[in-house]
């Protein structure tokens, strides 16, 4: 019965397809993480304020690779100082439980039992430019990189992505294009998507790890931004 809970947690209304979307936008030199339904293709909000504080770390990197930990803002949006050839904001969401009175998470109180219960850690990566140390991961967590420039590509083409988690290739990952589901990741961590069109381009993946019997299990979430010729 767990797996089952598992595989329902991923791929139903609770997974990476449905979820409010993170992304982050520039501004000037730096960048500004939001969260919404901007980019999904879902209904919803366009952007949904969260608590600035759920921000545990942020990576700035050179088209060399080289990364930097910096401070991201303590107020809303949350800002990212650059410039970088590509960023990535680490955010803890806290804990969260789903009830047949719907989903609840941080600090509300529920008095119905709750059918499961997951703790949330997300990564944004936005790539802004390219060089020859950006086609690996830059963090430890669940991460989606492309191995290859990407900047160049048009509607139609293929864009190859690795998904890692502790820099290692991560199979069985769920991958999302848009908001919408395209497929798993294989044993070596890649899938093949098509790119559908110009503009803002947002790849989500997603993976849970049961945590101990009695307490929450572990969602991890990743998720991938770049802007393509319109």
Known sequence: MRRVLLRLLLLGPLGVAQAHDYWLEPQGNDYLLYQGHRHSGHQGQDLVPYDPSIVTAALCANNLGSVQKVDPSKTYPARVLGPCAAVVVEVDSGTWSHTHKGTHGGTETESAPATRTWRALESVKRLNAWGPGLGRPLAQGLEITSPKDPMGLAPGDKLRLLVTLGGRPKAGVSVAYDGDTRGVTGANGLIN??????????????????????????????????????
């Open 193 to 230: 998507l098509k790119v559908r069109h110009g503009g803002t381009q947002l790849i989500a993946a997603s993976v849970l790890e049961p945590g101990p019997e009695g307490g929450p299990d572990l969602l991890r979430s990743a998720t991938l931004v770049l802007d393509l010729e319109p």
